[in-house]
Every structure is written in structure tokens, then in C-alpha cells.
């Protein structure tokens, strides 16, 4: 996996924590988080009283754990805001479910929309109740792919538009089983096992 950009940690880190909570029924705990920030390879820089700071050569992502949500911040380490993102896990009692989101800091930069539909998960069956396009990012000779699995490509297509680009909203060109975004610069690779 590949972490030049906050995308490239945000996406799989939401794809984790909707896993997560589709197997335990709960957030994940702040040490639970801290583990699985370790997998992602990521290096632990400050660790105190509800905040988490994790590094990597280009990201720097802070975590905030409490009870009821999860926020983690994903920047550049270069300092730059326009791309950073948020990635924000609560329990949400009103619609009786988890719901995981993916939200730019700089709306400006994004527009409004970066492309990115919530995870929503049915607090009783543990179910989704929506069908986001996540999974990681690799990098070949073609250029940097966010790589999904036969069965998400199967619900989105299912509940969606293939050609629209899961990243950030632009037209897809697909070839075989990539997909191209002139928009925004990645691709989608769909890998069935």
C-alpha cells in the first residue's frame, strides 16, 4: 500500500473502520486504532490523553478517540491544508446506525464533493445500508490505482454509476479492468479473487 496523499490513508482507514464495526458492533477503542495506524505503517510520534499522533514519510495523521466517535485528520507533511481530509466514525442514534465519512477540510479545493458516499452500517443487523467504493492504493508502472475487490465492484455497480470516479466525483474511462480518471489523476483496479 501506498501513502503518498491523505486520500491514500483516508480511504483504507474508513474501509477498516466500517469493517471493523461490521464485525464487533462498536467503534474501535483509541488502542485499537493505534494498532491498525501501525499496520497502515505509520510510526507513533505522541501518544497522550486522547490524542494520537502518527507519521509516515508524507502524512502526518492525528487521532482523536473518544466514546461515541473517532476523528482522525489526515494531512500532508509538508504542512499543505488543501488537501487534507477528516475521516469521522459516530454512532448516530437518531438514524439507528454507525456511520463512517470521509470529509475535506477545504471545501473550496473539493468543491463540495469529493466523490466519497459514507459508510452506513445498521446498528442492530450490522448491515450496509449504503455502498461506498473503498478500498487501498497501489502503485504500477501505469500510475497509482485505488484497488477494490470483485464484490465492491459489484454493489457499485449495483447501486450506481461505474463511469463516476469514487475519488472525486470526475469521469471515469474504463479499460478492461481499470478505470481512468483524467480529473483527478487515479485509477480504479478492480482485483476478483
Known amino acids: 500500500m501506498k501513502l503518498y496523499e491523505p486520500i491514500t490513508l483516508a480511504m483504507p482507514l474508513a474501509k477498516w473502520i466500517g469493517d471493523f464495526i461490521r464485525e464487533n458492533g462498536r467503534l474501535p477503542s483509541g488502542e485499537e486504532v493505534r494498532e491498525a495506524m501501525k499496520e497502515f505503517g505509520l510510526e507513533e510520534s505522541c501518544l497522550d490523553r486522547g490524542l494520537a499522533v ?87 508502472n501505469e500510475g497509482m490505482f485505488l484497488v477494490i475487490d470483485g464484490e465492491t465492484y459489484e454493489r457499485w455497480k449495483e447501486g450506481g454509476d461505474v463511469t463516476t470516479c469514487p475519488i472525486c466525483g470526475g469521469e471515469l474511462a474504463w479499460r478492461g479492468e481499470k478505470a481512468y480518471c483524467p480529473d483527478c489523476g487515479y485509477g480504479v483496479k478492480v482485483v476478483k479473487k
Open 54 to 140: 502518527y507519521r509516515s514519510r508524507f502524512l502526518i495523521a492525528l487521532v482523536f478517540a473518544r466514546n461515541e466517535n473517532l476523528v482522525i485528520d489526515v494531512i500532508s507533511s509538508s504542512g499543505e491544508l488543501s488537501d487534507a481530509l477528516e475521516v469521522i466514525a459516530y454512532h448516530d442514534k437518531k438514524i439507528e446506525a454507525f456511520v463512517v465519512e470521509i470529509l475535506p477540510t477545504n471545501d473550496l479545493e473539493y468543491e463540495g464533493n469529493i466523490g466519497i458516499e459514507p459508510i452506513i452500517i445498521d446498528e442492530k443487523s450490522l448491515e450496509p445500508e449504503s455502498s461506498p467504493v473503498l478500498g487501498h492504493f497501489e502503485e504500477d
